[in-house]
């Protein structure tokens, strides 16, 4: 068996800190920043902020992420893989400009025994300005299965048949955006999303930003992901064992929290993109296919119904990002990736001065 490149503890240390080595340098250059770009943190007549009180969130989160594979030659094919994902109790903790997830506890779902039980590791940083925010995370699973058997088994049964089961393969993404906020004096992120503000009138603003992603999918067996029955739909060139792209994205769009009596809220998140991607993959032969410089689409969507009170939040949350693959290939992959949340939280006192904080009033905490 191949060995490891990197052991599941150390993946997650150097995913931490490779993560504040990001959101760090936001902070750092803060009065950089305010200098051509006012923060804004003060209060509105539309935001008001509670982020020198520290907040701590409880969630039961479930993540998705698909893998669909596509024939350019017929509009009607796809085969979809998909995680056996399971349910995660998180905490998250959040103060001013810096928000952090840790997963708890793993909930394995009832139908393991059909659909193969899958690992997963995630972790999430952000960096929360008002004007300016960014978001990072990075997320590794182990173990896929064939969501719609029927086309490539034709005698599967759907009540009692095990799925065709791919616990060879792998997939690692990490993900990271920075968006600048048009109206942040009407409009906050930080309330939608993480409740450091609490937006009390209806409002919405454009957004602006770029993203990049990094992904790969390794078949530890060698094994083309193409079911053998449906192998003649594919020159051999398409046969994909391996794959990693990477994708620089421009995006432009719209964001609106509708409020109600200043605590209940619904926000609306959608922002498409042009991506540049690049990249390369391997068929059974193993021989490197380069994919590069292909101009694809890209989309995240968000919705969030909640509550924020002065001292006690919640509610639920769904949100997706989808790239969309390369036509000009002989085989077409695109990736979805889902997350529902139902959170609540508590914000906790106003923290006393430090004599000794230094460093962590250098960086803003």
């Given amino acids: 068996m191949k060995a490891r490149l990197i052991s599941t503890y150390s993946e997650k240390i150097l995913a931490f800190f490779f993560f504040l080595s990001i959101v760090a340098p936001f902070q750092l250059q803060a009065s950089a920043i305010r200098h051509y770009l006012p923060a804004n943190d003060q209060d509105s007549n539309y935001v008001r902020s509670f982020r020198n009180q520290p907040h701590l ?26 995680a056996n994902t399971q349910t995660n109790f998180l905490t998250s903790f959040d103060y001013k400009w810096l928000s952090v997830s840790l997963g708890l506890l793993s909930f394995h779902d009832a139908d393991g025994a059909r659909k193969g039980n899958s690992s997963q590791f995630s972790i999430r940083a952000s960096y929360n300005g008002r004007r300016l925010w960014n978001s990072n995370f990075y997320q590794s699973y182990t173990g896929y299965y064939l969501t719609n058997p029927i086309p490539a088994y ?15 393969v792998k997939t690692r993404t990490f993900f990271s955006n920075l968006y600048y906020c048009f109206a942040p004096d009407r409009f906050s992120y930080r309330a939608a999303l993480w409740q450091i503000d609490r937006q009390e009138k209806s409002a919405g603003s454009f957004l602006t930003g770029v993203s990049m992603r990094f992904y790969s999918l390794i078949s ?26 990477s994708n620089f994205s421009l995006n432009v769009g719209y964001v609106h929290t509708f409020v109600y009596k200043k605590s ?41 119904l909640g509550y924020n009170g002065d001292k006690w939040y919640g ?21 979805n990736y889902n997350w529902f949340r139902l ?9 006393e001065k430090r004599d000794n904080g ?5 960086i803003g905490l």
């Fill in 220 to 245: 530890d067996s060698g094994i083309t992901l193409i079911p053998q029955s449906q192998i003649p739909l594919f020159d051999s060139q398409s046969l994909i064992v391996n794959q990693r792209v």
């Fill in 57 to 82: 969130t409880f969630e039961f989160a479930r993540r998705r992420q698909t893998i669909d594979i596509r024939n350019p030659n017929l509009d009607t094919f796809l085969l979809r893989f998909e």
């Fill in 264 to 304: 209940w809220f619904l926000t609306l998140y959608f922002v498409p993109g042009l991506s540049l991607q690049n990249g390369y993959y391997q068929p059974q032969d193993l021989q490197i296919r380069s994919d590069r410089s292909k101009v694809t689409g890209t989309s995240e969507f968000r919705i969030i």
């Fill in 154 to 168: 034709p005698n599967w049964d759907p009540l009692k048949d095990q799925y065709p089961l791919r616990p060879d």
């Fill in 315 to 335: 509610g639920i949350s769904s949100y997706s990002i989808s790239y969309a693959g390369s036509k000009d290939i002989g085989i077409w992959i695109d990736n």
């Fill in 343 to 351: 959170f609540w939280g508590v914000r906790l006192g106003v923290p």
């Fill in 358 to 362: 230094r460093l962590l009033d250098k």
